[in-house]
Each structure stands twice: as structure tokens, then as C-alpha cells.
């Protein structure tokens, strides 16, 4: 898949993108513990697409928010999980960390302060 670039929004170019997830499914994922990390494959549509200044790993950005609501949601292993994150990492066409998208716009990402 080939991510899109962000557009422009009132005149301003957004540095990142989050995304929230709502709804639910009706599958059973048993009970879960605070502060474990979990993977799921997710199926959802957009709903809500919207503009903040905000923080992303510390840093004061202006970012685009997503909202999707999930209609479908499995649980997966965390071993599975693990491997599928890789090979979708290794698939993707413009794959890049935050990191460095803070270093294109000119941001350090551990201060957050223009470099």
C-alpha cells in the first residue's frame, strides 16, 4: 500500500497523523491486563477526519486526526502479531519512522525544538 502524503489544511502542512479507534466487535478477547501489549487486526471505516495543534512524541506539532470505527477486530498471538508488524514494515512502499519525518521538518524528535 502506498501511503498518501498529508494535505495541506487551511494553509498548513500537518507533520503527522494519529488515529483513534471506536466501536467494537463481537468477538471475545477475553479479559485483558493493564499495560500489556496486544495486536489485533483491525477493520474499520473512517468517520471523523479533523485538525489540532498537538504533541507526537513530545514535540508541538500540527497533526490530522483520524477517527476509524473498527466493524471488525481480532485478537491475534503476540508471536503472530510480531512477525505480521515486520512483514507489513518490509511491504510498505514508503515506510519511514517518525524519527525521521521530525528530521525532514526540521524538528528534533527528543526536544521537539526546530533544529
Known sequence: MKLRALPQFEGRQPLGAQVRLTGSSDQHVGALEMDETVYFVVKGHVTRISHQDGKISGAEVFVRNHTVKASQVILLDPNDGERMLDEA????EDAFSLNQMFK???VDPNTGEMS
Open 89 to 92: 514494515a518490509m511491504l510498505s
Open 104 to 106: 525532514a521538518a526540521g
